[in-house]
């Protein structure tokens, strides 16, 4: 088995699947009174110090949550609820068009329900938003603008966004900038108090962690018109009964992200040009996705295109040999459709629709590269012959 | 070409949802054969933002296609043919029904989705053969080519919606359920013991685009309201329509006639003539049809030379009837030894010889007992 699908989802540290298992046992509500109550939220307010100092923030910052999604929905639209309310003008939201579906979703959900002028920031072709882009757009009417939102790092293409720029761009203006860093924590610098933002996404299991929890890092200035109301955790910012096995795993996945960057990106990112390297040889007309330098890109993102393929027919050939990857993004029927990043980079839609895209994590191997290195030549031609349908 | 009575094969089952694929993809997995699940998302709905947003049903049936490969141990995956099926189908059955015929999407989809587009993409993907929960039944002759047959069970047939198979779309094609002699209450009782949810699923009867049944709403939506005139065989007008694509010949009920006929007898769609967009209805003796010409006759195996006598199946579910039948300038003549009733242009007439399958083609003109229309 080759698993190079670990943007979807990477394999659980064994650290921190023993922090979840020995919290899995110990009762106790983090919000009760009494002794387990209170250990509860011991266990709680470790972990938040944990990884508030892994991404460079303050334990007052981190507010978890059930994950990513919800940490970007809350973001994206807790921020424009309350700047809106603060100042009835602000109903403008910009936003990179390569957004993960969480945010690019969310915001166009204020379009459709709550009176929200939704503009997308121009891209380049490896679909980055320049800050220049950004202070443009803010600048026709920082009036009116209620938020922005930039990814740290994309999910499909792997491209690393200018976040420290863009913040500097939307704080001239006073602008809150939020930031869904999912993928880009654990593979690059993440450091919330030195990137300007005003929020960031991070979740659990795209680090080693549990799937289920993630996090907001807030800064302490903004309070967000909460999406789940309820008991008032978490600032009352997000109420709900914290998942104290699920925040302490976290923690533990959070703080070895860190610790085991600077290995991750050298170790990881070599393997990866390997494979790279072996995908084109193989298949010379194969286009890389993304930013071809190495700083410009998440280190475990191996991106592309096949021309003349369909994504699905070589997903189904690779599975059929055990190499598991990713056409792009997936969705609720399971069908495979053209990406919208791809096409917000101004790829052709029927190039569009052979993508696949292979992400490294902490288990991969050479014996991984070299399954694809071996497979991926022949499998290219045989959807060729299959062909676009 | 793949001989399909060897085994094991690598199969790419497709699956609906429903209990008969999910059985029949058992059945093969079961065999020894090497399958793999794909269930066809046909409907897109391009107007939702989201990616890849399908309507409620087509999300339902794709998981119960996907819990049944679980079950049965096989890999699934969901493929977009929406575009292959809007443009082969959907697009053809209103054209069809605007021209004012009757189509049968079912054999349409068969013919240019399920043994064509997926077939091709299966058989370039290194697959041997597709397989699908039709009812028929399969056998190869002595010079390797194929006949199709009526499935064991009479009932359940459904050899007419496959007649435009040729030998090359055969001979990659796997039907399990073919040589089964039970009702559908055991299908479902296979699929209860095989521990496949879909045991209980409700039949599909409808078109599968339409959902809710409303083919005139559909209809309506797409081709838009057109008044125009209901008349009798002599012309004389006795109601209005809001589309004549709305009717099929041989159609009772749904016509809204105010005056009853002077005899005091049903009266029945007889002609739709869309170019000056009138229904003409009249007695049930005017359906009767002695004669008719088919076009775009597909065989199953070398086609027959000189008139032939053959057993034919006029729709879907429909009996059989003696014809004689012969193939003149490309198209196919065919005389009924008796009169027959409720024949549309534009469904296929499918001719057998006692279970095999001869061939199929395309009702284009009718010739009535009574020359009235």
Same mark, same amino acid.
Request: with cysteine.
């Given at each position: 088995?080759?698993?190079?699908?670990?943007?979807?989802?990477?394999p659980?540290?064994?650290?921190?699947?023993?922090?979840?298992?020995?919290?899995?046992?110990?009762?106790?509500?983090?919000?009760s009174?009494?002794?387990?109550?209170r250990?509860?939220?011991?266990t709680?307010?470790?972990a938040?110090?944990?990884?508030?100092?892994a991404?460079?923030?303050?334990p007052?910052?981190m507010?978890?949550?059930?994950?990513?999604?919800e940490?970007?929905?809350?973001?994206?639209k807790?921020?424009y609820?309350?700047?809106?309310?603060?100042d009835?003008?602000r109903?403008?939201?910009?936003?990179?068009?390569?957004?993960?579906?969480?945010?690019?979703?969310?915001?166009h959900?204020?379009?459709e329900?709550?009176?929200?002028?939704?503009?997308y920031?121009?891209?380049?072709?490896?679909?980055?938003?320049?800050?220049?882009?950004l202070?443009?757009?803010?600048?026709?009417n920082?009036?009116?603008?209620?938020?922005?939102?930039?990814?740290?790092?994309?999910n499909e293409?792997?491209?690393?966004?200018p976040i420290?720029?863009?913040?500097d761009?939307?704080?001239?203006?006073?602008?809150?900038?939020?930031?869904?860093?999912v993928?880009?924590?654990g593979?690059?610098p993440?450091?919330?108090a030195?990137?300007?933002?005003a929020?960031?996404?991070?979740?659990g299991?795209?680090?080693?962690g549990?799937?289920?929890?993630?996090?907001?890092l807030?800064g302490r200035?903004?309070?967000?018109v909460?999406v789940?109301?309820g008991?008032?955790?978490?600032?009352?910012?997000r109420?709900?009964?914290l998942?104290?096995?699920?925040?302490?795993?976290?923690a533990v996945?959070?703080?070895?992200?860190?610790?085991?960057?600077?290995?991750?990106?050298?170790?990881?990112g070599? +393997?990866?040009?390997?494979?790279? $390297? =072996?995908?084109?040889? &193989? %298949?010379?007309d194969?286009?890389?996705?993304g930013d071809?330098? !190495?700083?410009?890109r998440?280190p475990?993102?191996?991106?592309?295109?096949?021309?003349?393929?369909?994504?699905?027919?070589?997903?189904?050939l690779l599975?059929?040999q055990?190499?598991?990857?990713?056409?792009?993004?997936?969705c609720?029927?399971?069908?495979?459709?053209p990406?919208h990043?791809?096409?917000?980079?101004?790829?052709?839609?029927d190039?569009a629709r052979?993508?696949?895209r292979?992400? +490294?994590g902490?288990?991969?191997? $050479? =014996?991984?590269?070299? &399954? %694809?290195?071996?497979a991926i030549?022949?499998?290219?031609?045989? !959807?060729?012959?299959?062909?676009?349908? | 070409?793949?001989?399909t009575?060897?085994?094991?094969?690598?199969?790419?089952?497709?699956?609906?949802?429903?209990?008969?694929?999910?059985?029949?993809?058992a059945?093969?997995?079961?065999?020894g054969?090497?399958?793999?699940g794909?269930?066809?998302?046909?409907?897109?709905?391009?107007?939702?933002?989201?990616?890849?947003?399908?309507?409620c049903?087509?999300?339902?049936?794709?998981r119960?296609?996907?819990?049944?490969?679980?079950?049965?141990?096989?890999?699934?995956?969901?493929w977009d043919?929406a575009?292959?099926?809007?443009?082969?189908v959907?697009?053809d059955?209103?054209a069809?029904?605007?021209?004012?015929?009757?189509p049968?999407?079912?054999?349409?989809?068969?013919?240019?989705?399920?043994?064509?587009?997926l077939?091709?993409?299966?058989?370039a993907l290194?697959f041997?053969?597709?397989?699908?929960?039709?009812?028929a039944?399969v056998?190869?002759?002595?010079d390797?080519?194929?006949?199709?047959?009526?499935?064991?069970?009479m009932?359940?047939d459904?050899s007419?919606v496959?007649?435009?198979?040729?030998?090359?779309?055969?001979?990659?094609?796997?039907?399990p359920l073919g040589d089964?002699?039970t009702?559908?209450?055991?299908?479902r009782?296979?699929a209860e013991?095989?521990?496949?949810?879909?045991?209980?699923k409700?039949?599909?009867?409808?078109?599968?685009?339409?959902a809710?049944?409303?083919?005139?709403?559909?209809?309506?939506?797409?081709?838009?309201?057109?008044?125009?005139d209901?008349?009798?065989?002599?012309?004389?007008k006795l109601?209005?329509?809001?589309?004549?694509?709305g009717?099929?010949?041989?159609?009772?009920?749904g016509l809204?006639?105010g005056?009853?006929?002077a005899?005091?007898?049903?009266r029945?769609?007889?002609?739709?003539?869309?170019?000056?967009?009138?229904?003409?209805?009249?007695p049930v003796?005017a359906?009767?049809?002695?004669a008719?010409?088919?076009?775009?006759?597909?065989?199953?195996?070398?086609?027959?030379?000189?008139?032939?006598?053959?057993?034919?199946?006029?729709?879907?579910h429909?009996?059989?009837?003696?014809?004689t039948?012969?193939?003149?300038?490309g198209?196919?003549?065919?005389?009924?030894?008796?009169?027959?009733?409720?024949?549309?242009?534009?469904?296929a007439?499918?001719?057998?010889e006692?279970?095999?399958?001869?061939g199929?083609?395309t009702?284009?003109?009718t010739?009535?007992?009574k020359?009235a229309?």
């Amino acid at each position: 088995m080759a698993y190079l699908d670990h943007a979807a989802t990477t394999p659980m540290l064994p650290e921190a699947v023993e922090a979840l298992t020995a919290q899995l046992s110990i009762t106790g509500n983090a919000s009760s009174l009494h002794a387990a109550g209170r250990r509860a939220r011991r266990t709680v307010e470790e972990a938040r110090e944990t990884l508030a100092d892994a991404l460079g923030a303050r334990p007052s910052e981190m507010v978890f949550t059930s994950g990513g999604t919800e940490a970007d929905n809350l973001a994206v639209k807790g921020l424009y609820w309350s700047r809106r309310d603060a100042d009835p003008a602000r109903t403008r939201v910009l936003a990179s068009p390569v957004e993960h579906h969480a945010v690019l979703d969310a915001v166009h959900w204020l379009g459709e329900h709550e009176g929200a002028t939704v503009e997308y920031l121009p891209v380049d072709s490896y679909g980055r938003v320049h800050p220049d882009a950004l202070r443009e757009a803010i600048a026709r009417n920082p009036d009116d603008v209620a938020l922005a939102t930039v990814m740290w790092a994309n999910n499909e293409i792997g491209t690393v966004f200018p976040i420290r720029e863009l913040a500097d761009a939307a704080a001239e203006f006073g602008v809150p900038l939020h930031s869904d860093a999912v993928q880009a924590f654990g593979q690059v610098p993440v450091d919330f108090a030195a990137s300007g933002l005003a929020a960031m996404t991070v979740s659990g299991h795209k680090i080693g962690g549990p799937y289920g929890i993630g996090a907001l890092l807030l800064g302490r200035e903004y309070s967000p018109v909460p999406v789940l109301h309820g008991g008032g955790q978490e600032r009352h910012v997000r109420s709900g009964t914290l998942d104290v096995p699920a925040i302490a795993s976290f923690a533990v996945a959070g703080r070895l992200a860190a610790e085991q960057r600077e290995w991750f990106a050298r170790e990881i990112g070599a +393997l990866r040009d390997d494979l790279v $390297e =072996a995908v084109r040889k &193989a %298949v010379p007309d194969a286009i890389l996705g993304g930013d071809p330098a !190495a700083e410009g890109r998440l280190p475990a993102n191996a991106h592309f295109t096949f021309p003349g393929c369909e994504g699905d027919s070589l997903l189904l050939l690779l599975d059929a040999q055990g190499i598991e990857c990713s056409t792009g993004s997936a969705c609720t029927a399971g069908v495979a459709q053209p990406s919208h990043v791809l096409l917000a980079t101004g790829t052709d839609p029927d190039l569009a629709r052979g993508t696949l895209r292979f992400s +490294l994590g902490h288990t991969s191997t $050479e =014996a991984d590269v070299e &399954a %694809v290195a071996k497979a991926i030549g022949p499998a290219v031609g045989r !959807a060729r012959t299959a062909g676009l349908s | 070409m793949t001989d399909t009575s060897q085994r094991p094969l690598r199969v790419l089952a497709a699956m609906s949802g429903g209990v008969d694929s999910a059985v029949a993809a058992a059945r093969a997995a079961e065999a020894g054969h090497d399958v793999t699940g794909v269930h066809l998302a046909l409907s897109a709905n391009p107007q939702s933002f989201r990616t890849g947003a399908r309507g409620c049903c087509t999300i339902e049936d794709s998981r119960d296609a996907r819990r049944a490969a679980d079950v049965i141990g096989i890999p699934f995956y969901v493929w977009d043919l929406a575009e292959r099926f809007r443009e082969d189908v959907v697009e053809d059955f209103i054209a069809e029904y605007e021209a004012g015929r009757t189509p049968n999407p079912c054999l349409r989809c068969n013919e240019k989705i399920k043994f064509a587009a997926l077939l091709d993409k299966a058989l370039a993907l290194g697959f041997d053969a597709v397989c699908t929960g039709h009812y028929a039944k399969v056998t190869v002759r002595d010079d390797g080519t194929r006949e199709l047959h009526r499935a064991s069970d009479m009932a359940k047939d459904q050899s007419y919606v496959l007649g435009v198979l040729d030998d090359r779309q055969l001979a990659h094609a796997l039907f399990p359920l073919g040589d089964t002699v039970t009702t559908k209450d055991e299908i479902r009782a296979e699929a209860e013991r095989r521990g496949l949810a879909v045991a209980k699923k409700p039949d599909s009867h409808d078109i599968c685009f339409i959902a809710d049944g409303d083919t005139q709403g559909f209809l309506a939506g797409r081709l838009g309201r057109s008044e125009g005139d209901i008349v009798d065989e002599s012309g004389a007008k006795l109601g209005t329509h809001e589309g004549a694509y709305g009717f099929t010949i041989g159609q009772r009920k749904g016509l809204r006639i105010g005056t009853p006929a002077a005899d005091g007898k049903p009266r029945y769609v007889l002609d739709i003539s869309p170019v000056n967009n009138t229904v003409t209805v009249g007695p049930v003796d005017a359906l009767d049809v002695t004669a008719l010409t088919a076009i775009k006759p597909r065989w199953c195996g070398a086609a027959p030379t000189g008139p032939g006598t053959y057993t034919a199946q006029l729709r879907a579910h429909g009996g059989e009837t003696r014809v004689t039948a012969e193939l003149v300038d490309g198209q196919l003549e065919v005389s009924f030894a008796e009169a027959v009733r409720g024949v549309a242009p534009g469904q296929a007439i499918v001719l057998y010889e006692g279970t095999r399958v001869v061939g199929s083609a395309t009702i284009a003109t009718t010739t009535r007992a009574k020359a009235a229309v």
